[in-house]
């Protein structure tokens, strides 16, 4: 590590300013892997931000559709899925749909928000998950199928994105000239993972993962009948929590979580434990 005491170091922030930053690719994916459990946070009190990172202008079977109109209807329909999950704020970064890639652009975007809103907990797509497919012996008439190169883009953007660039204060100099300063995220939450060591109760907020996928109409339809389906995976996951876990929920979402930064309070609160035992 840099010598933190160097004459012309500047120091690192690590104090949130938002409990999470939620970063999907696509308008909807966030609310799929982590939506209750956003709206359970905000819930609780906690300053919510998500973002998209491309336009969503792929995802119609109709090639006629005006790009710029379609885009800003799916903002829309982010908007109002966000705001019923209690966020405060939704940025839209408008990277072409179907067609992201890990460049710098992206990254810099990703780094300036980050020190921005100085999120504690960054959520975003496992971009190590490829394929997510059945054994065909055991069911064969499922399809498998595998990962969208844009949420798996945009897993590798975040990751670059926090480490090193947020908190490093010779990465992005350029963006201290807009007074934002190098910031530690302390929790990474990767959804859609075959990685998971993490569930969360979201018994209480599973209704309103429902009801903000709905405001998707453009992927649903009107009458969506997402709800049950919804309910059937909140419920599976739960199960899993149960067994590999012992936790008892009714409705959960699960994470690969992994701790970036613990603040020095809590790493001596954690020795002070581990020396009483
Ligand atoms: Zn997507």
Redesign the pocket.
């Known amino acids: 590590m840099a010598d933190q005491n160097a004459p012309g170091a500047i120091p690192v922030v690590t104090t949130p300013e938002y409990e999470a930053m939620v970063i999907?690719?696509?308008p909807d994916?966030a609310e799929f892997g982590a939506g209750a459990t956003s709206a359970l946070w905000a819930k609780q009190g906690k300053k919510i931000v998500w973002v998209v990172m491309t336009d969503g202008t792929e995802g119609s079977d109709i090639p006629s559709l005006v790009d710029k109109e379609f885009m800003l209807t799916r903002e829309q329909e982010q908007r109002m899925s966000c705001e019923l999950l209690g966020g405060q704020k939704v940025e839209f970064l408008r990277f072409p749909d179907g067609h992201l890639t890990n460049s710098e652009a992206a990254r810099k975007a990703i780094v300036r928000l980050v020190r921005q809103y100085r999120p504690r907990v960054v959520i975003t797509h496992d971009p190590s998950q490829l394929f997510l497919a059945p054994d065909p012996d055991e069911k064969p008439n499922d399809t498998g199928y595998y990962n969208?190169a844009?949420?798996r883009a945009t897993g590798t953007i975040v990751l670059d994105a926090l480490y090193p660039g947020s908190g490093n204060p010779r990465s992005y100099r350029e963006l201290l000239l807009e007074g934002l300063q190098p910031y530690r995220v302390h929790e990474l939450y990767l959804f859609f993972s075959d990685k998971i060591n993490t569930y969360i109760d979201v018994s209480e907020t599973i209704d309103l993962k429902e009801k903000a996928l709905q405001c998707h109409v453009t992927q649903f339809g009107p009458q969506s009948e997402l709800a049950e389906r919804l309910r059937e995976w909140a419920a599976g996951t739960a199960k899993e929590a149960k067994e590999k876990k012992g936790l008892d929920m009714q409705y959960a979402e699960a994470f690969h979580r992994i701790k970036l930064f613990v603040p020095p309070q809590e790493e001596s609160k954690i020795d002070l434990s581990e020396a009483q035992q």
């Open positions: 999907a690719a696509h994916d969208h844009d949420h």
